[in-house]
T-cell receptor
Framework: GAVVSQHPSRVICKSGTSVKIECRSL??????MFWYRQFPKQSLMLMAT?????????EQGVEKDKFLINHASLTLSTLTVTSAHPEDSSFYIC?????????????FGSGTRLTVV | GENVEQHPSTLSVQEGDSAVIKCTYS??????FPWYKQELGKGPQLIID?????GEKKDQRIAVTLNKTAKHFSLHITETQPEDSAVYFC???????????FGTGTRLTIIP
Protein backbone atom coordinates (compact mmCIF):
# COMPACT_ATOMS: atom_id res chain seq x y z
CA GLY A 1 0.00 0.00 0.00
CA ALA A 2 0.87 3.67 -0.17
CA VAL A 3 3.32 4.89 2.46
CA VAL A 4 4.15 8.42 3.52
CA SER A 5 7.17 8.87 5.76
CA GLN A 6 7.27 11.94 8.00
CA HIS A 7 10.29 13.09 10.02
CA PRO A 8 11.04 13.94 12.70
CA SER A 9 8.34 12.40 14.87
CA ARG A 10 9.20 14.72 17.74
CA VAL A 11 11.21 17.91 17.94
CA ILE A 12 11.89 20.41 20.68
CA CYS A 13 13.31 23.77 19.70
CA LYS A 14 14.02 27.11 21.30
CA SER A 15 11.92 30.19 20.62
CA GLY A 16 13.16 32.09 17.62
CA THR A 17 14.69 29.14 15.82
CA SER A 18 13.38 27.41 12.72
CA VAL A 19 12.33 23.81 12.36
CA LYS A 20 11.98 21.77 9.18
CA ILE A 21 9.60 18.82 8.86
CA GLU A 22 9.96 16.42 5.94
CA CYS A 23 7.31 14.32 4.28
CA ARG A 24 8.21 11.68 1.69
CA SER A 25 6.00 9.45 -0.42
CA LEU A 26 7.85 6.14 -0.60
CA UNK A 27 6.03 4.16 -3.27
CA UNK A 28 4.04 6.65 -5.31
CA UNK A 29 4.37 10.07 -6.84
CA UNK A 30 2.75 12.69 -4.64
CA UNK A 31 1.40 15.27 -7.04
CA UNK A 32 -0.36 17.03 -4.18
CA MET A 33 0.70 17.38 -0.57
CA PHE A 34 -1.38 18.71 2.27
CA TRP A 35 -0.14 20.03 5.61
CA TYR A 36 -2.34 19.93 8.67
CA ARG A 37 -2.10 21.15 12.21
CA GLN A 38 -3.89 19.39 15.03
CA PHE A 39 -4.48 20.72 18.51
CA PRO A 40 -5.15 18.30 21.41
CA LYS A 41 -8.52 16.59 21.18
CA GLN A 42 -9.42 18.47 18.01
CA SER A 43 -9.80 17.65 14.36
CA LEU A 44 -7.23 18.26 11.64
CA MET A 45 -6.94 21.84 10.44
CA LEU A 46 -5.68 22.23 6.88
CA MET A 47 -2.86 24.74 6.67
CA ALA A 48 -1.86 24.57 3.03
CA THR A 49 -1.98 22.58 -0.18
CA UNK A 50 1.02 22.22 -2.46
CA UNK A 51 1.35 20.84 -5.95
CA UNK A 52 4.72 19.66 -7.18
CA UNK A 53 6.72 22.48 -8.71
CA UNK A 54 4.35 25.27 -7.81
CA UNK A 55 3.76 27.57 -4.86
CA UNK A 56 1.66 26.36 -1.99
CA UNK A 57 -1.88 27.60 -1.47
CA UNK A 58 -2.45 28.62 2.13
CA GLU A 59 -5.73 28.50 4.00
CA GLN A 60 -7.15 31.69 5.39
CA GLY A 61 -5.42 32.80 8.56
CA VAL A 62 -2.23 30.77 7.97
CA GLU A 63 0.88 32.93 7.70
CA LYS A 64 2.78 31.86 4.61
CA ASP A 65 5.94 33.65 5.72
CA LYS A 66 5.92 31.71 8.96
CA PHE A 67 5.05 28.30 7.58
CA LEU A 68 7.21 27.80 4.50
CA ILE A 69 6.23 24.90 2.29
CA ASN A 70 8.38 23.44 -0.44
CA HIS A 71 7.28 20.71 -2.82
CA ALA A 72 10.21 20.54 -5.19
CA SER A 73 9.86 16.89 -6.20
CA LEU A 74 7.12 14.32 -6.61
CA THR A 75 8.29 12.47 -3.51
CA LEU A 76 9.26 15.19 -1.06
CA SER A 77 7.55 18.11 0.61
CA THR A 78 8.87 20.12 3.54
CA LEU A 79 7.27 22.42 6.08
CA THR A 80 9.54 24.91 7.79
CA VAL A 81 8.27 26.70 10.86
CA THR A 82 10.28 29.91 10.97
CA SER A 83 11.02 31.92 14.09
CA ALA A 84 9.07 29.47 16.16
CA HIS A 85 7.20 30.58 19.26
CA PRO A 86 5.53 28.55 22.01
CA GLU A 87 2.12 29.07 20.40
CA ASP A 88 3.42 27.16 17.36
CA SER A 89 3.70 24.05 19.51
CA SER A 90 1.36 21.52 17.98
CA PHE A 91 1.05 18.23 16.09
CA TYR A 92 1.78 18.69 12.38
CA ILE A 93 0.68 16.07 9.87
CA CYS A 94 1.25 15.78 6.13
CA UNK A 95 -0.90 13.95 3.63
CA UNK A 96 -0.27 13.04 0.03
CA UNK A 97 -2.27 12.07 -3.00
CA UNK A 98 -1.02 11.30 -6.44
CA UNK A 99 -0.19 8.97 -9.27
CA UNK A 100 0.33 5.32 -8.57
CA UNK A 101 -1.43 5.49 -5.25
CA UNK A 102 -3.93 2.70 -4.66
CA UNK A 103 -7.51 3.87 -4.70
CA UNK A 104 -6.65 7.43 -5.56
CA UNK A 105 -7.14 8.48 -1.96
CA UNK A 106 -5.04 10.28 0.60
CA UNK A 107 -2.23 8.84 2.71
CA PHE A 108 -1.14 10.49 5.93
CA GLY A 109 2.26 10.71 7.52
CA SER A 110 2.79 9.70 11.13
CA GLY A 111 2.88 13.29 12.38
CA THR A 112 5.44 15.53 14.07
CA ARG A 113 5.04 16.75 17.62
CA LEU A 114 6.63 20.20 17.80
CA THR A 115 7.36 21.74 21.18
CA VAL A 116 8.77 25.25 21.29
CA VAL A 117 10.36 26.23 24.59
CA GLY B 1 -17.97 25.06 1.16
CA GLU B 2 -18.41 21.56 2.52
CA ASN B 3 -19.41 21.08 6.17
CA VAL B 4 -19.13 17.69 7.86
CA GLU B 5 -20.75 16.96 11.20
CA GLN B 6 -19.85 13.87 13.23
CA HIS B 7 -21.61 12.20 16.16
CA PRO B 8 -21.12 11.16 18.84
CA SER B 9 -17.98 12.89 20.08
CA THR B 10 -17.31 10.08 22.54
CA LEU B 11 -18.50 6.49 22.52
CA SER B 12 -17.90 3.68 25.00
CA VAL B 13 -18.75 0.16 23.96
CA GLN B 14 -18.42 -3.17 25.71
CA GLU B 15 -15.91 -5.48 24.06
CA GLY B 16 -17.66 -7.68 21.52
CA ASP B 17 -20.51 -5.25 20.94
CA SER B 18 -20.94 -3.06 17.86
CA ALA B 19 -20.07 0.60 17.48
CA VAL B 20 -21.69 3.04 15.07
CA ILE B 21 -20.44 6.52 14.22
CA LYS B 22 -22.46 8.85 12.01
CA CYS B 23 -21.55 11.78 9.79
CA THR B 24 -23.57 14.20 7.71
CA TYR B 25 -22.29 16.40 4.91
CA SER B 26 -23.66 19.49 3.25
CA UNK B 27 -22.34 19.42 -0.34
CA UNK B 28 -24.48 17.14 -2.47
CA UNK B 29 -21.66 17.04 -5.04
CA UNK B 30 -19.31 15.25 -2.62
CA UNK B 31 -18.36 11.87 -3.98
CA UNK B 32 -15.68 10.33 -1.77
CA PHE B 33 -16.05 9.52 1.91
CA PRO B 34 -13.09 8.04 3.82
CA TRP B 35 -12.89 7.03 7.45
CA TYR B 36 -9.67 7.38 9.42
CA LYS B 37 -8.49 5.88 12.69
CA GLN B 38 -6.03 7.92 14.71
CA GLU B 39 -4.16 6.47 17.65
CA LEU B 40 -2.52 8.69 20.23
CA GLY B 41 0.51 10.51 18.87
CA LYS B 42 0.13 9.09 15.36
CA GLY B 43 -1.19 10.23 12.03
CA PRO B 44 -4.63 9.16 10.74
CA GLN B 45 -4.83 5.79 9.02
CA LEU B 46 -7.41 5.04 6.37
CA ILE B 47 -9.59 2.15 7.49
CA ILE B 48 -12.31 2.18 4.87
CA ASP B 49 -13.72 4.49 2.22
CA UNK B 50 -16.73 4.65 -0.04
CA UNK B 51 -17.55 6.45 -3.25
CA UNK B 52 -20.90 7.93 -4.12
CA UNK B 53 -21.80 5.25 -6.64
CA UNK B 54 -21.96 2.63 -3.88
CA GLY B 55 -24.36 2.36 -0.94
CA GLU B 56 -22.37 0.04 1.30
CA LYS B 57 -18.90 -1.38 1.61
CA LYS B 58 -17.57 -3.95 4.02
CA ASP B 59 -14.12 -5.08 5.06
CA GLN B 60 -14.15 -7.81 7.69
CA ARG B 61 -15.46 -6.20 10.91
CA ILE B 62 -15.74 -2.73 9.43
CA ALA B 63 -18.49 -1.44 7.17
CA VAL B 64 -19.54 1.92 5.83
CA THR B 65 -22.99 2.88 4.56
CA LEU B 66 -23.84 5.90 2.47
CA ASN B 67 -27.23 7.55 2.00
CA LYS B 68 -26.80 10.17 -0.72
CA THR B 69 -30.37 11.39 -0.49
CA ALA B 70 -30.05 12.17 3.20
CA LYS B 71 -26.40 13.13 2.83
CA HIS B 72 -25.14 10.98 5.62
CA PHE B 73 -22.74 8.10 6.00
CA SER B 74 -21.94 5.82 8.89
CA LEU B 75 -19.11 3.64 10.15
CA HIS B 76 -20.03 0.30 11.68
CA ILE B 77 -17.55 -1.76 13.69
CA THR B 78 -18.74 -5.19 14.79
CA GLU B 79 -17.25 -7.52 17.40
CA THR B 80 -15.24 -4.68 18.86
CA GLN B 81 -11.85 -5.36 20.39
CA PRO B 82 -9.68 -3.31 22.78
CA GLU B 83 -7.37 -2.37 19.91
CA ASP B 84 -10.30 -0.61 18.23
CA SER B 85 -10.00 2.10 20.90
CA ALA B 86 -8.91 5.28 19.10
CA VAL B 87 -10.23 8.50 17.62
CA TYR B 88 -12.14 8.07 14.38
CA PHE B 89 -12.60 10.81 11.79
CA CYS B 90 -14.95 10.87 8.85
CA UNK B 91 -14.22 13.06 5.85
CA UNK B 92 -15.81 14.13 2.59
CA UNK B 93 -14.37 15.20 -0.75
CA UNK B 94 -16.37 17.34 -3.10
CA UNK B 95 -16.47 16.72 -6.84
CA UNK B 96 -13.67 18.64 -8.49
CA UNK B 97 -12.20 19.46 -5.11
CA UNK B 98 -8.89 18.17 -3.82
CA UNK B 99 -9.27 19.06 -0.16
CA UNK B 100 -10.84 16.71 2.34
CA UNK B 101 -13.24 18.18 4.88
CA PHE B 102 -13.02 16.36 8.20
CA GLY B 103 -15.56 15.70 10.88
CA THR B 104 -14.77 16.64 14.46
CA GLY B 105 -13.83 13.12 15.50
CA THR B 106 -15.21 10.41 17.77
CA ARG B 107 -13.23 9.02 20.66
CA LEU B 108 -14.12 5.33 20.82
CA THR B 109 -13.32 3.40 23.97
CA ILE B 110 -13.75 -0.36 24.10
CA ILE B 111 -14.40 -1.59 27.61
CA PRO B 112 -12.81 -5.02 28.25
Amino acid sequence: GAVVSQHPSRVICKSGTSVKIECRSLDFQATTMFWYRQFPKQSLMLMATSNEGSKATYEQGVEKDKFLINHASLTLSTLTVTSAHPEDSSFYICSASGRGRDGGGYTFGSGTRLTVV
Amino acid sequence: GENVEQHPSTLSVQEGDSAVIKCTYSDSASNYFPWYKQELGKGPQLIIDIRSNVGEKKDQRIAVTLNKTAKHFSLHITETQPEDSAVYFCAALGYGNEKLTFGTGTRLTIIP
